[in-house]
């Protein structure tokens, strides 16, 4: 398989990697890079019924202590003040279940439950997302994590906000994405997906970072992984919806993102009904470096790479897709194929060789969500 250890590659990525880690960009570029080139505006989606619950009667909140950063504020009391009549679950405590997939199974399993709440992050309101769907019950989103993608984008982004949602009924009816997963042993997993998967080099960053992170930081630690993917990164050997191939990145965004190319950043809208396909393939020039710039930059990475590259690959919206990934070895030396979604990777062992079959399918209006 192709190795993207390049020379010339190498150096430019070093260049942006280096000067965007001494703070080389200096103020007059990080402003230039700050005129920010999109619509940042907060997505909306399409208003769904769901029950007013005043003082949040009828409501089951789990809340994930562990989630994004320490914080002084206990958010199950935060909850609890905003809505004295909901009932609030915390691992642990109380004699409710450590874990918190079994804690969410016995919120849902409460008699008077009229709707479930969950206070995390976007990997805690996933699993949350999918225990709702599989009940017929609305979710209220308490953000608690460390980025809140998904609190953001519905506008449920304060307990405050969120809470004045429960209690006056009002709803949004999202679109969302059924994750099924095959090994080769045909066991089959499904996961609830609401913003974004990807597999390839994102998650190989993710393991490598978070290898790192104790001893370098978090940010420090992304820089060196870009690096390591950029100087050693393998692509992937896949098949999507019968193109048989190799991909330096495959992404998956539920709803139209903006921009174009290997910049998503955001969506206008939650109920576009489709999937935002970015299949990265290692014919495309500079895909690796433009990768690392996204990662390091972070939203200003969108202005920096339309500055090195002028263009957009282009991009396919569709309402499902196949994918059959062939396993190889991590960072970590693990025979596996690893993906990542709504922020979190998800390591799928797999001999060597093997293949694994993945389908995403859109779920239009999937999921009912209290939000402004």
Same mark, same amino acid.
């Given at each position: 398989?192709?190795? !993207?250890? @390049? ?5 430019? /990525? +070093? ?27 907060q997505?909306?989606?399409s208003?769904?019924?769901? =029950?007013?619950?005043p003082a949040g009667?009828?409501?089951?909140? %789990?809340?994930? =202590?562990?989630?994004?950063? /320490? +914080?002084?504020?206990?958010?199950a ?6 809505l ?14 450590? &874990?918190?997939?079994?804690? @969410? ?18 990997? *805690? ?18 953000p ?6 998904f ?5 449920a &982004? ?11 009924? /009002? ?6 994405? &059924? @994750? ?11 996961? *609830?997906?609401?913003? *974004? !998967? ?15 992170e104790? $001893?370098f930081?978090k ?24 193109? $048989? ?9 539920i ?6 190319g290997?910049a ?13 396909v970015?299949d990265?393939?290692? *014919? ?14 972070g ?8 500055? !090195? +590259?002028?263009?957009?690959? =282009? ?12 396993s190889?070895?991590? =960072?970590k030396?693990?025979a596996?194929?690893d ?8 390591? %799928?062992?797999a001999?060597?060789? /093997? +293949? ?7 779920? $239009? ?8």
């Amino acid at each position: 398989m192709a190795n !993207f250890g @390049l020379g010339w590659q190498e150096g430019l /990525s +070093s260049w942006v990697l280096v000067g965007a880690a001494s703070g080389c960009g200096v103020h007059a570029l990080w402003k230039a890079l700050d005129q920010d080139v999109l619509d940042l505006r907060q997505p909306v989606a399409s208003p769904a019924e769901v =029950p007013a619950l005043p003082a949040g009667r009828g409501l089951v909140v %789990v809340v994930n =202590p562990h989630s994004g950063p /320490s +914080s002084e504020v206990d958010a199950a009391e935060q909850v609890g003040a905003l809505l004295p009549q909901a009932r609030i679950l915390v691992p642990g405590r109380d004699g409710a279940a450590e &874990d918190i997939d079994a804690l @969410l199974d016995e919120a849902v399993a409460w008699q008077g439950i009229k709707a479930l709440g969950i206070s995390g992050g976007d990997g *805690t309101v996933w699993a949350a997302a999918g225990v709702a769907r599989a009940n017929g019950l609305p979710l209220a989103v308490f953000p608690g994590g460390t980025l809140n993608h998904f609190a953001k984008a519905i506008r449920a &982004d304060t307990h405050q906000t969120a809470a004045r949602a429960v209690q006056a009924g /009002s709803g949004r009816s999202i679109d969302v994405a &059924d @994750l099924w997963i095959e090994t080769p042993e045909g066991d089959v997993n499904t996961k *609830t997906v609401l913003n *974004t !998967f990807s597999l390839g080099a994102y998650a190989d960053m993710v393991i490598i970072r978070d290898k790192m992170e104790e $001893r370098f930081g978090k940010w420090g630690a992304g820089i060196l992984a870009a690096i390591q993917v950029v100087r050693g990164g393998v692509p992937a050997q896949i098949t999507a919806n019968g193109d $048989r191939h190799e991909s330096w990145l495959t992404f998956v965004g539920i709803n139209t993102y903006v921009p174009a190319g290997l910049a998503p950043a955001t969506r206008r809208r939650l109920d576009t009904e489709n999937l935002d396909v970015r299949d990265y393939q290692t *014919t495309q020039r500079l895909a690796p470096v433009r990768l690392v710039a996204r990662s390091v930059l972070g939203n200003r990475g969108t202005r920096a790479l339309q500055l !090195f +590259s002028g263009r957009s690959e =282009p991009k396919e919206l569709l309402t499902t897709i196949d994918l059959t990934c062939i396993s190889g070895l991590n =960072p970590k030396g693990e025979a596996g194929v690893d993906l990542a979604h709504d922020g979190e990777t998800v390591r %799928v062992k797999a001999p060597e060789g /093997s +293949s694994v079959h993945i389908r995403l399918d859109m779920a $239009r209006g999937g999921l009912a969500a209290y939000a402004p």
